[in-house]
């Protein structure tokens, strides 16, 4: 099926969605870098984690959100979750005819600027880190850099539990990472949009010589230099009131909102449920 390309205005929403709350370290870049846009966001949490799942279902997930994201006014979409991005993105390319952009790409980007001894590592989900894809596209980048990936399975329910700062999470910390350190490497992407809600754990663990890399941040910037190319850059000056950002997930919209008011600062008022499968 697809999707045909409707009338793109500057005045549309960007789209956001992840599998949870990750995604909304790449809605508080997008706000940072382009705070004339709203967003129209999408927290999957009736069916996260997706980092375990098959690439089919992860698709599929991917492909009733972007057709929910479609039923509003949107002028481009931003998968902002790695599993996605790895699993789901080329498919949704060849099936929608909107502009969408995924996370991976402008990490491997950031990535292989900061490096300057070549030896990257990535963490995510067990799906991301699989997929091989973070390898493929620094590799395209830079020929003769050693990647080493690891999947970090329990860092998503830790963060979704809002165990940011806690020793549970350093000592699964530890182990994960401990593999990494052995491995010499002085950049560490992190492959997954609910990880840099651990930074400073994954930072202490890895210490100050080797630099972390929130591809959210590139994505932003990404979006940001779509929108030009493509004229849709919102111009119009706007107040935080009048922007109406409008956030919605398929289970759970009260815990949603504390946890996005956390990370955001926002203040966001409401979350509304929506049965995702009807789409
Ligand atoms: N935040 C997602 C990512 O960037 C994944 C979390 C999950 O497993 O659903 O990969």
Not at 33 to 52: K, L
Not at 59 to 80: E, G, W, Y
Not at 187 to 210: A, F, K, N, Q, W
Request: aromatic share 8%; charged share 25%.
């Amino acid at each position: 099926m697809s999707v045909s390309r409707k009338q793109l205005s500057e005045k549309s929403s960007i789209g956001v969605f992840d599998s949870g709350v990750g995604g909304l370290t790449v809605v508080r870049e997008i706000m940072r870098q382009i705070p004339n846009e709203s967003i129209i966001y999408f927290g999957d949490t009736a069916r996260v984690p997706y980092g375990n799942k098959s690439k089919e279902t992860v698709t599929r997930f991917s492909r009733q959100i972007v057709r929910f994201l479609c039923s509003h006014d949107v002028k481009a979409i931003v998968v902002a979750c790695n599993t996605a991005s790895a699993c789901a993105l080329d498919e949704l390319e060849q099936e929608f005819d909107i502009p969408l952009i995924g996370v991976v790409k402008p990490g491997t980007k950031a990535a292989v600027e900061a490096t300057r001894n070549g030896r990257i590592g990535v963490i995510g989900t067990e799906a991301t880190i699989q997929s091989g894809i973070y390898s493929r596209y620094i590799r395209e980048l830079r020929k003769d850099a050693a990647v080493y990936g690891k999947a970090c399975p329990l860092f998503v329910p830790l963060v979704e539990e809002g165990l940011w700062q806690d020793p549970v999470t350093d000592e699964i910390a530890r182990r994960y990472l401990a593999e990494l350190i052995d491995c010499g490497i002085d950049t560490l992407i992190l492959g997954c949009t609910h990880y840099p809600l651990i930074r400073s754990t994954v930072g202490r663990m890895m210490g100050e010589d080797v630099a972390l890399v929130n591809p959210a941040y590139e994505t932003a910037l990404e979006l940001k230099r779509l929108l030009e190319e493509e004229g849709l850059l919102n111009h119009e000056a706007r107040t935080l009131g009048s922007i109406g950002h409008q956030f919605y997930v398929s289970d759970g919209a009260e815990k949603f909102k504390q946890f996005a008011n956390a990370i955001i600062k926002y203040g966001i008022l409401s979350a509304k449920v929506v049965n995702i499968e009807e789409y």
